[in-house]
Every structure is written in C-alpha cells, then in structure tokens.
C-alpha cells in the first residue's frame, strides 16, 4: 500500500475529490454502520441545548442527527475545510428545510473563528484523524465552549485482540482501498484512510489528547467490537 503523505492541502484535496461519491460510499464500506454510530454520538448530548459546533461537518449528517434530537432546543454550526463538502452539505439543508436550524461554513479547526465561550457543546465525527495537530484542535474546541460545556469525539479506533483485530487489519488494509478507490475513481482517497486510522490505533492515543487539552470526566464507549468508539468530556 503507497503511503500517503499527510500534509492538510493534500487531505484537503482527497476530501474535494471524493465529495460525490462520499455519503454513498460511507454507507457501503461500513455497511450502514455509520448512520448507527453517528446516532448513538450525538445521544450523549442529550440534554444540551442552544448552540452545538459541528466540527468537520463534511456533508453534514451529523448536523442533521444533532437537530433530528432535541431539535427546537438547538441551533448548529457546521464547518468543514473542504468547499466541495460544505456544497453537498448545503443542498442537503435546502431539501430537507433545515437551514433555519443549521449553519455552515467554511473553517480552520485550528482557528475556529467565533469567540470564547459562545457554543453548549462541540462534536466532531470522523474528522479528528484527519486534523494533524490533533490537540491543538481539542483545545480550540474547548475554548468556545462555555463552562460545563461538552465535547464529544466519534472516531476510528483499532480493536486490539482477537478475530475483531484481525479482520478489521485485514479489511481496512486490503479490501476498502480496493472498493473505495475503484467507486469513488480516487485511490489516494482510499489508501489514505487505512494509514490515517493505523497512525491513532489505541482510544487510550485519543483519552490522552483530551485531557491534554483541558477536558475532564471523559467518558469511552467502544462500539462494534472497538472498530470505533465514542469518547467525551467537560469543560470545568
């Protein structure tokens, strides 16, 4: 498998180029598995009201799931580096009426641009593993959350024994470059993702960076035999 080098214009650039295919493809390579745990992220921030910041928003699904629960108590921002995303994401709040409820633009994770202490809480799916400075992105978050606020982190993770080890190195290595490159016409895109997961293997690599960034009771909740898992915390 080439490897791929990680500098953020080259993620960007495979974002923007597999913005067409990318819902379609999210669905079938973790067999509709994607829709169950973006659901069950968003319902630990249950209860949170006012404004919730969607961090790497991409086509905006997890904006959508953040307002399809507890919906009239909320408003949301999205925001994603990919321009391409951000339009995908757009059409689908124009079809499905939400743009009175969701925001998006686009934005540096690095250098969210709103002020300290505007927003209940923070959510990023599958976007964390993409960001290079990984902390430096969790402290941002945590900056515009006001005190008592809630970041919540859905990520790949590496189940570390077992048959569920095993299959998933196997799958992630060999067959979803294989499918993703071949329907989304962009093999970087594909071979990217397995090296992006490989690189933060442990949830004990993402426990950590949280509570480098200033988050306390964090909370781990591995799904699907810890292929991903949810993780959360509070700003004191």
Do not use: C
Request: proline share 4%; charged share 25%; glycine share 10%.
């Amino acid at each position: 498998m080439k490897t791929y080098q990680f500098r953020p214009e080259s993620i960007r650039s495979l974002f923007n180029h597999i913005a067409p295919s990318y819902d379609f493809l999210n669905h079938l390579l973790s067999l509709r598995q994607d829709i169950y745990w973006r659901k069950r992220a968003v319902q630990e921030l249950k209860g949170f009201k006012g404004w919730i910041l969607d961090i790497a928003t991409g086509t905006g699904d997890g904006a959508i799931e953040l307002i399809k629960q507890d919906g009239p108590l909320r408003k949301v921002f999205g925001i994603d580096f990919s321009e391409p995303m951000i339009r995908r994401a757009q059409k689908k709040m124009t079809q499905k009426d939400l743009f009175k409820n969701i925001f998006l633009g686009l934005g540096d994770a690095l250098a969210l641009p709103f002020k300290e202490g505007i927003f209940s809480a923070a959510f990023i799916a599958f976007g964390l593993r993409n960001i290079m400075r990984k902390e430096e992105a969790l402290s941002e978050m945590v900056r515009v959350l006001k005190r008592g606020g809630k970041v919540v982190v859905l990520e790949f993770t590496f189940p570390q024994k077992g048959a569920m080890s095993w299959f998933f190195s196997f799958y992630i290595k060999k067959i979803l470059p294989r499918i993703g490159g071949l329907l989304s016409r962009n093999k970087g895109a594909y071979a990217y993702l397995p090296e992006s997961i490989l690189r933060f293997q442990k949830i004990e690599d993402y426990k950590d960076l949280m509570i480098g960034a200033g988050l306390v009771e964090i909370s781990v909740f591995p799904l699907t035999g810890g292929i991903v898992a949810i993780l959360s915390g509070i700003k004191p």
